[in-house]
């Protein structure tokens, strides 16, 4: 990337992508980084019909007080540290991009999207693994709680990659919702 991306970035690049293809109504099916895109893409396009959201990020995390702790020792040390002795802070994703990225990644975590989830009018599939480290179950009952035309699906035994843990139930679920005719 030629500069850190904001989140608003990313939409406009899928946004002006969906308009340069003449696409008059679409549907999305969105994982984790992917759900931020739609969430926000959903309010600002009105081709855009229905939305699969799983293990979709952007809500505000519960956090602990240890977590507000460590950001505020990061950036007491940071301030009389050089960059290289600091390289133990961050989480595992974080500590593997270079620094444009590293930029980015900041921008787009810190941007929190309760609000845009809010205004979402779209009929919304939200599918999430029992077991979603990344995106806890209770992230996606406030998305479910958020979007008033929305259903929540938790599936048995899934991780954050639920659709690949059990995709036969995944696939089942989200063809139903398109509206293939598939019961579940």
Same mark, same amino acid.
């Given at each position: 990337?030629?500069?850190?991306?904001?989140?608003?970035?990313?939409? %406009?690049?899928? +946004?002006?992508?969906?308009?340069?293809?003449?696409?008059?109504?679409?549907?999305?099916?969105? %994982?984790?980084?992917?759900?931020? *895109?739609?969430?926000?893409?959903? $309010?600002?396009?009105?081709?855009?019909?229905?939305?699969?959201?799983?293990?979709?990020?952007?809500? @505000?995390?519960?956090?602990?007080?240890?977590?507000?702790?460590?950001?505020?020792?990061?950036? *007491? #040390? @940071?301030?009389?540290?050089? !960059?290289?002795?600091?390289? $133990? +802070?961050?989480?595992?994703?974080?500590?593997?991009?270079?620094?444009?990225?590293?930029?980015?990644?900041?921008?787009?975590?810190?941007?929190?999207?309760?609000?845009?989830?809010?205004?979402?009018? /779209? @009929?919304? =599939? *939200? *599918?999430?693994?029992?077991?979603?480290? !990344?995106?806890?179950?209770?992230?996606?009952?406030?998305?479910? @709680?958020?979007?008033?035309?929305?259903? #929540?699906?938790?599936?048995? /035994?899934?991780? %954050?990659?639920?659709?690949?843990?059990?995709?036969?139930? +995944? /696939? =089942? #679920?989200?063809? !139903?919702?398109?509206? !293939?005719?598939?019961?579940?």
């Amino acid at each position: 990337m030629p500069y850190p991306y904001s989140l608003d970035d990313y939409v %406009h690049e899928v +946004f002006s992508f969906i308009t340069n293809l003449n696409i008059e109504r679409y549907d999305v099916i969105a %994982h984790s980084f992917g759900g931020r *895109i739609a969430i926000k893409l959903a $309010n600002i396009d009105n081709r855009l019909d229905k939305i699969i959201l799983t293990g979709s990020a952007g809500l @505000k995390p519960k956090r602990k007080l240890s977590y507000y702790l460590k950001v505020y020792l990061y950036k *007491i #040390l @940071k301030r009389i540290l050089s !960059e290289d002795k600091l390289k $133990n +802070f961050g989480s595992t994703e974080y500590k593997t991009l270079d620094s444009v990225m590293k930029q980015s990644y900041v921008k787009i975590v810190n941007e929190y999207l309760d609000k845009n989830a809010k205004l979402i009018k /779209n @009929k919304t =599939l *939200i *599918i999430n693994g029992e077991n979603d480290l !990344e995106t806890p179950v209770y992230t996606a009952k406030r998305l479910n @709680k958020y979007i008033e035309n929305s259903t #929540l699906k938790i599936i048995k /035994n899934a991780s %954050h990659f639920a659709f690949i843990d059990d995709y036969l139930t +995944f /696939n =089942l #679920l989200s063809r !139903e919702f398109l509206g !293939e005719g598939y019961d579940v």
